[in-house]
C-alpha cells in the first residue's frame, strides 16, 4: 500500500479564519445554510449515537463535553458556561470542536466553537420557530441582551422574516450596544425598559440571560394565547428563566429529554411530564403548532448533534478555500510502530 502524504495534518479553523468565513458567506446567509444541516440532522436524530452531555459544575459555572455519532462521522465540542468572566473581560461561553473519522479515529477538523456555537444555537431557535411560532410572525423581544442576541435576531430574520425586534437587559448599555449592531441589519428596533414591556405585541419571545441561577424572566400573567417562547437561558441545574405555572400551560418541545430534563426549563416539573421531541416534529411524526391560541415553548440547551451539525457543515464549506490553516497535530512515523524511532530521528537531525 503507497504511503499517505500530510497523514499529521489537521485543518484548523481560528477564530480570525471562522470570521472570514462567516464573513466572505454573509452572516444571514451562514446561518440559512447551518439551518440546513441542523434541520437535515434531526430528520435521521434516530441514526445518532447520543448522550447527554458530561458536565462539571462549579459554584461559578459549567464545562461541558458534548459527543455525537453518526457511525461514520464523530464529533464533540469542549464548552464552558461562566456567567462571572465578564467581571474580568472574558467571554461567558467558549468552546473549540472536533470532527473525526470513524473508521480511522482521525481528526478531520478541529474548530473554534465559541463564534460557531453562538450561530447554531440561533439557527437551531429559528429552526424549531418554523414549526412552533405563529404564522407570519414578525415581532419577537429578545430579553437578555448578551453575546447571543444579534445572532438569534439575524437568525429568525433569515429563516421566519422577522423585522420588528423589542430589546430589554437588566443592563442597558447592552441593550444599545445590541441595537446599535442590529440596526445596520433593517430592523425596527425598540429598546424596552422593562421585560413586560418588551413582550408587548410580541409573536415570539427569546428569554437568553446568563446569570446561574433559578432567575424568573416571565411570569405567567406576561404571556398571552398564540405565543411562542424560545427558552435559551436556561442550560444547567439551578438555572431556568421562566415561572413554573407558564411551563403548565404550554405545549413543550425539547431537543434530548434525558439531558432538557436536568438542565432546561422542565427541570421544574415531574420527571414524567409530557414533553414532545422536535426531531419528532421535524420528522413529521408529531405535530408542532396546532392552533393560533395554542402557547408553545422551545425549551432549548443545546444538544451535541447541533454542534455535529456545525462542523460538518465548517468541513464542507471551507473544501477549497483559504478559510484554514493545516495543523500539524498528529504523529505520523515513517513506520506506523516506530514512533520511539520517530523521537530519536527528531533528536539526531537537532545534532
Not at 282 to 289: H, K, T, V, Y
Not at 312 to 326: C, E, L, P, Q, S
Request: proline fraction near 4%; include cysteine; charge should be negative.
Amino acid at each position: 500500500m503507497p504511503a499517505l502524504e500530510n497523514l499529521n495534518l489537521v485543518p484548523f479553523v481560528s477564530v480570525e479564519k471562522m470570521m472570514d468565513l462567516v464573513l466572505a458567506t454573509g452572516t444571514e446567509t451562514f446561518l440559512t445554510e447551518l439551518a440546513a444541516y441542523i434541520e437535515e440532522d434531526f430528520r435521521r436524530w434516530e441514526s445518532f449515537d447520543k448522550v447527554a452531555r458530561v458536565a462539571a459544575h462549579s459554584i461559578d459555572g459549567v464545562i461541558e463535553l458534548m459527543p455525537a455519532s453518526d457511525g461514520r462521522l464523530y464529533g464533540f465540542k469542549y464548552v464552558n458556561g461562566h456567567p462571572k468572566n465578564t467581571k474580568t473581560g472574558r467571554q461567558t461561553v467558549t468552546a473549540f470542536g472536533v470532527l473525526a473519522d470513524v473508521d480511522t479515529g482521525y481528526p478531520l477538523l478541529l474548530s473554534e466553537m465559541t463564534i460557531l456555537t453562538a450561530l447554531r444555537t440561533a439557527a437551531t431557535s429559528a429552526v424549531a420557530a418554523k414549526y412552533l411560532a405563529p404564522n407570519g410572525s414578525r415581532t419577537m423581544a429578545i430579553i437578555g441582551n448578551g453575546a447571543q442576541s444579534e445572532f438569534q435576531a439575524l437568525a429568525f430574520k433569515a429563516l421566519l422574516g422577522i423585522d420588528n425586534i423589542r430589546l430589554y437587559d437588566i443592563d442597558p448599555s447592552a441593550t444599545q450596544r445590541c441595537k446599535g449592531n442590529l440596526e445596520r441589519f433593517g430592523f425596527h428596533i425598540e429598546a424596552c425598559s422593562s421585560a413586560e414591556q418588551a413582550v408587548e405585541g410580541a409573536d415570539i419571545v427569546t428569554t437568553v440571560t446568563a446569570d446561574k441561577q433559578n432567575a424568573t424572566i416571565l411570569t405567567d400573567n406576561m404571556i398571552g394565547a398564540g405565543l411562542h417562547i424560545n427558552a435559551v437561558g436556561g442550560d444547567c441545574p439551578g438555572k431556568t428563566e421562566l415561572h413554573r405555572d407558564i411551563l403548565l400551560r404550554s405545549d413543550i418541545f425539547v431537543e434530548f429529554p434525558p439531558q432538557t430534563r436536568i438542565e432546561g426549563e422542565i427541570q421544574q416539573l415531574p420527571a414524567d411530564h409530557a414533553v414532545t421531541e422536535l426531531w419528532d416534529v421535524i420528522a413529521g411524526n408529531a405535530q408542532g403548532r396546532r392552533s393560533d391560541r395554542q402557547i408553545t415553548l422551545f425549551d432549548s440547551v443545546g444538544f451535541a448533534t447541533e454542534d455535529f451539525s456545525a462542523l460538518r457543515y465548517v468541513r464542507d464549506k471551507i473544501a477549497g478555500t483559504a478559510f484554514f490553516d493545516n495543523l500539524d497535530l498528529l504523529a505520523d512515523p515513517d513506520e506506523p510502530r516506530d514512533l520511539f524511532g520517530m523521537l530519536l530521528r527528531r533528536q539526531a537531525a537537532q545534532g
